[in-house]
């Protein structure tokens, strides 16, 4: 089992910056994969970063050189700067760990980037 707590989201005007971090109940190195992915209302979740126990990374085209995931070595949290937001960045950014075949989530912090 896998706990996962968000934190960072809030208002925040268009070209602004958060910093987004989720909390894991076990150590980071234990885990496959942590991502962050979000979901805008009437949209499907869809992933926005990931991390990868050997520390590689990837983003999706929408968010590649202005968001960036890291970790805090072994321990927690995982991190997700946002930089450059968009009102199209505006939604709930859930936290996803992948451990031993399965899948566990947060339960989500909101972001909205006004325009």
């Known amino acids: 089992q896998v706990q996962l707590v968000e934190s960072g989201g809030g208002l925040v005007q268009a070209g602004g910056s958060l910093r987004l971090s989720c909390a894991a109940s076990r150590t980071i190195f234990s885990i496959n994969v942590m991502g962050w992915y979000r979901q805008a209302p009437g949209k499907q979740r869809e992933l926005v970063a990931r991390?990868?126990?050997?520390?590689?990374?990837n983003y999706a085209d929408s968010v590649k050189g202005r968001f960036t995931i890291s970790r805090d070595n072994a321990r927690n949290p995982v991190y997700l700067q946002m930089n450059s937001l968009k009102p199209e960045d505006t939604a709930v950014y859930y936290c996803?760990?992948?451990?031993?075949?399965?899948?566990?989530w947060g339960q989500g912090t909101q972001v909205t980037v006004s325009s």
């Open positions: 991390i990868f126990s050997d520390g590689s990374t």
């Open positions: 996803k760990a992948e451990y031993l075949g399965s899948a566990y």
